[in-house]
């Protein structure tokens, strides 16, 4: 049973320049219950954390502490964890004010007070164990250890199997019940619908900053209400035409395919001038395909044909095979900042794949460079550093440097990640003209919207399996928000 509650927000509104993160936002916590805290990415969750457990002041609002209670009886697990792996177990969970005896460090002191803590979270390993010689559900637990040997009355997990496999999430319900059998309030922050009707007793839904869903019962809602309250409806299906997909054999075969834990006997093609987005939460699979059509992750079982030439045992064999690859961190993947427009854009077509013979002249790859980059319609010219382009310019050269290579298949991840709606706007026409001239193209998205808009249709993955394709009039934002959280796609 729930006890009273602990701690109360109300009303809290929080600015970054121009930006409202949180406008009259609010949650409460109670004793023996774990609340989930949930919404899309920017919904504000991120500045309601750092509030509540008190590393941010709002702009205005309030927090409240039950009679009793401390602010340093709040704690909080991030998701990035802060463990150092050079240093023992013991060392990661006193990091301060460590107990002493006579001005030494009281080793003994310090693994009674762990040892209890560690066997009732499961982690079964000594106190003088090398953090980095542990599992990562180890070392997240062990981060949990940490936080309660405070003797918290508030928990708050962010995002605490983001990282984490099967297994572990299984141990971590273990630790959840008792934690509040203990009387401890937990907010558990996640953008798993699946493990909040697993564990949580109730659930507070952000949107745009704002509370779309207070302090719902778990019994009382369901997945479909829960992506309803985050997207703030359901809406219609995007117009999309017919595409001319071209005979012969499809471009992108994958069959019975399997990566030691991360896919598991995956089956799809891709035809060309088709678009195919690929959907799924982090660590679903979705993302170890394209790494599998790209020559970038070993298949152990199953077949692959990508442009009629097999397996890519390498990136490079995969370019060579007419692959085209535009990754998600186009600063660290995609561009060579301190190189100029020129230099980016030819790259590939020229060193990689000696297009234009052994040694063409600048002015001929130049040439190149301002008819490709004028079909993207570029801001900038041929000689200009890149790094002093705008991040939608330079997404554009990477756009460039690949259309170069005039590829048959095209994968992009992330494409228009950090650039302006206008530039997105333009990514898409791109995408359409690679379509429209014969190239299969696979898409992911962190932006579920723009899988509806640019996809012809999308496989959804869960857990390392395709679980299901959504499209036509059933390829909604909505429908595939509840596809990726619950594997249903019909």
């Known amino acids: 049973m729930a006890g009273a509650e602990i701690l109360s927000a109300r009303d809290l509104v929080m600015s970054y320049g121009g930006v409202r993160a949180l406008d009259g936002a609010g949650i409460g916590l109670r004793g023996g219950e774990v609340h989930a805290l949930v919404g899309e990415n920017g919904a504000g969750k991120s500045t309601l954390v750092r509030i509540l457990s008190g590393t941010t002041a ?32 013991r060392e990661n969970l006193f990091p301060h004010r460590p107990p002493r005896r006579r001005g030494l460090l009281d080793r003994g002191a310090m693994d009674r007070a762990a040892r209890p803590v560690l066997a009732e979270l499961g982690v079964d390993v000594t106190p003088d164990r090398m953090l980095g010689e542990l599992s990562l559900a ?18 708050v997990l962010d995002e605490p199997t983001s990282a984490l496999p099967a297994a572990a999430v299984d141990r971590l319900e273990l630790v959840l019940r008792t934690l509040t059998g203990r009387g401890i309030a937990v907010l558990y922050v996640t953008h798993f619908l699946e493990e909040v009707m697993r564990f949580a007793r109730c659930v507070t839904v952000l949107r745009d900053g704002r509370v779309a869903l207070a ?45 030691p834990g991360r896919l598991a006997d ?46 890519p045992g390498s990136l490079r064999a995969a370019v060579r095979a007419g692959v085209a690859f535009v990754p998600s961190d186009r600063k660290r993947y995609g561009l060579m900042a301190d190189r100029s427009v020129w230099e980016n854009t030819t790259a590939v077509s020229w ?5 234009g013979g052994m040694l063409p ?130």
């Open 215 to 259: 302090g719902a019962r778990r019994a009382d809602v369901d997945v479909p209400e829960l992506v309803t309250a985050m997207l703030g409806g359901r809406p219609a299906a995007p117009s999309r035409r017919e595409r001319a997909l071209a005979d012969g054999p499809p471009p992108v075969v994958l069959s019975g395919v399997s990566v």
């Open 138 to 155: 180890d070392r997240q637990l062990t981060e949990i250890a940490r936080a309660l040997l405070r003797r918290p009355k508030v928990l």
């Open 266 to 311: 995956v089956t799809f093609t891709v035809r060309a001038g088709e678009v195919v987005g690929v959907a799924g939460l982090q660590g679903s699979g979705h993302l170890a395909a394209l790494e599998v059509v790209c020559g970038r992750a070993a298949v152990s079982t199953g077949h692959v044909d990508v442009a009629g030439r097999g397996l």
């Open 58 to 89: 709002p702009d205005g609002g309030t927090v409240r502490l039950a009679p009793g209670a401390t602010p340093d009886e709040i704690a909080l697990v991030s998701q990035e964890l802060s463990l150092f792996p050079d240093l023992t177990v």
């Open 361 to 490: 002249t600048r002015s001929e790859l130049v040439a190149r460079t301002v008819e490709s980059t004028g079909r993207l319609r570029l801001r900038g010219g041929p000689y200009d550093r890149v790094a002093r382009l705008s991040g939608g310019n330079q997404q554009k050269v990477v756009f460039a440097k690949w259309l170069a290579t005039d590829p048959r298949v095209v994968v992009l991840d992330d494409p228009t990640r950090g650039v302006d709606i206008g530039v997105r706007a333009e990514m898409h026409r791109i995408v359409d003209e690679l379509a429209a001239g014969g190239a299969a193209v696979l898409v992911a998205s962190t932006d579920p919207a723009e899988l509806t808009e640019v996809c012809d249709r999308v496989l959804v993955f869960v857990r390392g399996r395709l679980s299901g394709e959504l499209r036509g009039g059933h390829l909604t934002e909505h429908a595939l928000a509840v596809a990726v959280q619950s594997g249903v796609t019909g």
């Open 351 to 355: 060193l990689a794949l000696g297009r």
